[in-house]
């Protein structure tokens, strides 16, 4: 009864089921192969120039595929997501991910994204700026915020932690092109610039001058930094300060002004007099802190100052300073300065009349 019922629902005979089932298993069997041919082709995947991926959160493999083709990496986003899970791949991790030219198999493609493996990004923080232009900087090139790099920047607890603090900090920021994983937190970034900073103060093998320690070095360097026009004359630079110093007498830099100001631009009588910490013409000594971010040359200027006896300096037309012993000689250098600036007052009032 029941398989006359079956034979009325199945109209096929034995022979003809045997046949359907084979050619069933057969388009099974190269299905699958032709997928598993294609997911192992070696060209499965060409891309003809670098393609920069930047995941920003932990997504799924589906979400991946999909912004992979949005990038133009693969085509087909289901044979993409086949390939992750026969792998064991069910999210990536956030990261930047480099693609370079060439030719891969899916499977390849998908490995980096799976196991998180990153590929740095170049990383330049610029030499004698403020603590806001490296934030922005540094925020520019990696994962996190411009506020979150200033919050810990700002936090002497966490930088405590790590042997630095609000005041030595800008000083530690070595500038330099590094290779970082994008998703370095600002406490890593601040160990590797500070960790860069320190191994050229301390691979100075010389007695340093005046006994100076590391803060102190880097506090000069910032303020030779500043003040330079070249690299040439910053070991002058430094050498007449350090010469100040030797002698108790105030630095008078005008980049301490500056920095106390807040603000680059030329400075007027009244500037000198402000009752800041910062201000070298109104304190004695260094000011508590670097006021930005020496590079190495300046680093080495302090370690490794020009051996003179000037004692006063003065910008010239040519962007850079002319150095004096006495203070009348001193006096001399500084009104040809001030009257070449009256000059160029005067040339430029002329053309505002012309123009």
Do not use: C
Not at 83 to 102: C, D, E, R
Not at 255 to 261: D, G, R, Y
Not at 324 to 334: G, L, P
């Amino acid at each position: 009864m029941i398989q006359e019922q079956i034979k009325s629902y199945w109209p096929l005979n034995k022979n003809e089921t045997s046949i359907l089932f084979s050619l069933f298993v057969v388009s099974a069997i190269l299905f699958w192969a032709v997928r598993f041919l294609r997911l192992n082709d070696p060209v499965a995947v060409q891309v003809k120039s670098n393609i920069s991926i930047y995941i920003d959160k932990k997504m799924s493999v589906n979400e991946l595929a999909l912004k992979l083709k949005k990038n133009q990496v693969i085509k087909n986003t289901k044979d993409f997501t086949w390939s992750a899970s026969i792998n064991g791949y069910k999210t990536v991790q956030k990261g930047h991910y480099l693609i370079k030219p060439g030719a891969y198999p899916v499977k390849a493609i998908i490995k980096n994204f799976g196991l998180g493996i990153q590929n740095p990004v170049k990383v330049t923080i610029p030499p004698g700026v403020s603590m806001e232009r490296i934030a922005q900087t540094v925020a520019d090139q990696l994962a996190f915020s411009k506020d979150d790099f200033l919050e810990f920047a700002n936090n002497d607890s966490v930088l405590k932690e790590i042997g630095l603090n609000t005041k030595n900090l800008l000083g530690r920021l070595l500038p330099e092109t590094y290779y970082l994983f994008w998703t370095t937190s600002p406490r890593q970034l601040v160990q590797e610039l500070n960790a860069s900073t320190m191994k050229i103060v301390e691979s100075h093998g010389a007695e340093i001058p005046q006994n100076l320690n590391a803060d102190q070095v880097l506090t000069l360097a910032s303020i030779v930094e500043w003040e330079a026009g070249n690299n040439e004359e910053k070991p002058v630079i430094s050498g007449l300060y350090l010469n100040r110093m030797k002698r108790r007498w105030r630095l008078q830099a005008d980049p301490t002004v500056n920095f106390a100001l807040g603000e680059r631009r030329r400075l007027i009588y009244a500037d000198y007099e402000l009752n800041h910490p910062y201000n070298t013409y109104v304190i004695k000594g260094l000011p508590p802190g670097p006021i930005t971010n020496p590079d190495e040359t300046s680093i080495k200027a302090v370690l490794e100052p020009s051996k003179h006896r000037f004692m006063y300096m003065v910008a010239t037309p040519e962007g850079v300073h002319d150095f004096s012993v006495s203070y009348e000689e001193h006096q001399r250098k500084s009104q040809k300065w001030v009257r070449w600036l009256r000059q160029q007052y005067r040339i430029k009032a002329q053309r505002e009349r012309n123009g």
